[in-house]
């Protein structure tokens, strides 16, 4: 058995076989193509995923959101297309800039500077769409 000269080019292109054969639309999907489709949940689909329909008495959609943004920030915010798409679920939630920076910055011990740096950029980016698009 040999090696393939790029194990991981032969592996992406593998997977983009399996992706044409289940669905050849899928062959030009790109993640933010897919935000660009759906940039936001309805309020009720939101609550229902990730608030307290589950467990009335558990967190609410927002405190949800503000944990699985942690999480995003600590796997080295490498995930932009849903760290974009948590901070717009925030912001529909009704969380503030300062809570969702302070969430970033909260895990910069545990995620580093260079993660907590581009999760940060991120955020602001999409806070800046959002304050276009309320002009």
């Known amino acids: 058995m040999t090696d393939s000269p ?5 592996m992406i292109a593998q997977y983009q076989e399996m992706a044409k054969a289940m669905n050849p639309a899928l062959e030009s999907f790109t993640p ?10 309805p309020k ?7 608030g307290n329909s589950f467990n009335k008495d558990g967190l609410d959609a927002k405190t949800r959101l503000f944990l699985t943004l942690a999480a995003l920030t ?3 915010a ?16 009704g ?4 809570e969702i ?17 581009k999760a940060l950029e991120i955020a602001q980016e999409v806070l800046a769409e959002n304050e276009e698009s309320d002009t």
């Open 101 to 117: 920076a302070e969430t970033i910055g909260q895990m910069s011990m545990f995620a580093g500077i260079p993660a907590t740096t």
């Open 6 to 10: 790029n194990p991981f080019e032969a």
């Open 95 to 98: 969380a503030t800039k300062q």
């Open 44 to 50: 009720d689909m939101m609550e229902m995923f990730f």
């Open 74 to 76: 600590v796997l080295g």
């Open 78 to 93: 490498q995930a932009e297309a849903q760290i974009r798409l948590t901070v717009r679920h925030l912001l529909e939630a």
């Open 32 to 41: 933010k193509g897919f935000e660009k489709l759906w940039p936001t949940m």
